[in-house]
């Protein structure tokens, strides 16, 4: 299948100062775009075009009944050129998601091919210093106009790509991270493991409400028990307890990460021991009590590793390693972005290059 052109006639400024670069507030000149339709067929060819405005009807289905599914992922500027970190994994989980709310999938090799095609064309958006990227924002939308409550035929899926710094304005330096017990994400059975975005819309009000008190994010705990950790807003969670990675499994209702997955990899190859295990609340407290939690840290495409330096859970706050960056974060922070920024080998085969 062939892509299609149509280049902007105007291409817009690029940022000036890197370092400013906060997290998603820029867009490139052009985007992605394909249409998918049942009596057609299927998906129509992907075409590249100006950035721009979606043309949608008020009564589009995903405005109303929320079939949104998307992805993040970012490429990288590294001396031998632009590269992409397991993108693959991606759009498997973009596909994934797609069953999960009855949408449709998409050819991966395709995609990526057009991918490669549209990061070629923006290239001089990659960011050039270390910590920043251009982060890709694939999303898929039902675009059909009805109102009766069942799937669509229709569904449009773009690509955005916005030159970014870190996600956290504190950088790689502890956050703080209020424990949500009031409000859930999500619970096993429904939607948490795909990323649509009723999921984000569901966690808002709680993020609000921690954002207003001073914290980053939200720590979800379990929607049965609110009892066991499931994740944080933008992030999959990990503690270290006695010298090991622990991280909650992946039962149903936490997003499947791929910074997650890469981690629990490297830490297997560099000695040190990462499990997959149920972890409550209460567990936390003990150990940072007892001083067994030694570090604590959030995994996500966005946000890379963020070291969690505080807890506050049912009016106490409790402090993580002094407020400090621990040596695992740290380690696990410098081989996850070596091989990013192509500073180390890319040993497990998870970079993709732009260009041959
Ligand atoms: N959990 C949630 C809710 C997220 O939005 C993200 C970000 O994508 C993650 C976890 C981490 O996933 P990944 O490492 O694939 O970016
Ligand atoms: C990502 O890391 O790509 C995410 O999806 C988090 C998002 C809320 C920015």
């Known amino acids: 299948m062939e892509i299609k052109i149509k280049k902007a006639t105007e291409l817009k400024e690029l940022p000036e100062d890197d370092s400013k670069l906060g997290f998603g507030q820029i867009f490139t000149d052009h985007m992605l775009y394909m249409e998918f339709d049942r009596a057609k067929g299927g998906w129509g060819p992907a075409e590249i075009r100006p950035y721009g405005i979606l043309g949608l009807e008020p009564a589009s289905a995903c405005l109303h009944y929320g079939q949104i599914v998307w992805e993040g992922l970012k490429c990288y500027r590294t001396s ?9 994994e991606n759009f498997k989980r973009l596909n994934r998601s797609a069953r999960r709310m009855c949408m449709p999938e998409v050819d991966i090799d395709y995609l990526l091919a057009a991918l ?10 990659v960011p050039k210093t270390l910590g920043t990227s251009l982060y890709i924002r694939p999303c898929m939308i039902a675009s059909e106009p009805f109102l009766g409550l069942h799937k669509a035929n229709r569904y449009i899926l773009f690509i ?8 956290f ?3 790689f330096k502890p956050v703080k991270i209020l424990v949500e017990d009031k409000y859930v994400r999500a619970a096993v059975g429904g939607t948490g493991e795909a990323k ?46 006695n010298g090991e990675v622990v991280t909650p499994p992946l039962h149903g209702s936490i997003l499947s990460g ?3 997955k890469s981690i629990l990899e490297i830490c297997d190859h560099i000695g040190i021991k990462a499990v997959e295990r149920r972890i409550s609340i209460d567990e936390v407290i003990e150990c940072i009590e007892n001083g067994t939690l030694t570090e604590a840290f959030g995994l996500g495409t966005a946000a890379i590793i963020a070291p969690v330096g505080s807890i506050f859970y049912k009016e106490e706050n409790y402090i993580i390693n002094n407020f400090e960056v621990g040596p695992i974060a740290t380690k696990l922070y410098e081989e996850l972005t070596g091989i990013q920024y192509g500073s180390k080998p890319d040993i497990f085969g998870w970079i993709e290059k732009v260009e041959e």
Do not use: H
């Open 258 to 260: 791929i910074t997650r």
């Open 160 to 167: 955005i790509l916005s030159p970014s710094g870190p996600y």
């Open 196 to 241: 649509t975005a009723g999921n984000y819309a569901a966690s808002l009000k709680s993020t609000d409400e921690a954002m207003e008190k001073g914290f980053s994010q939200t720590l979800w705990l379990d929607a049965c028990e609110r009892k066991y950790i499931e994740e944080v807003g933008a992030m999959n969670m990990a503690f270290v307890i």
């Open 80 to 88: 031998e050129g632009l590269r992409l970190f397991r993108p693959r």
């Open 169 to 171: 304005k504190e950088g």
């Open 116 to 125: 490669k095609e549209l990061l070629k064309l923006e290239a001089r958006w």
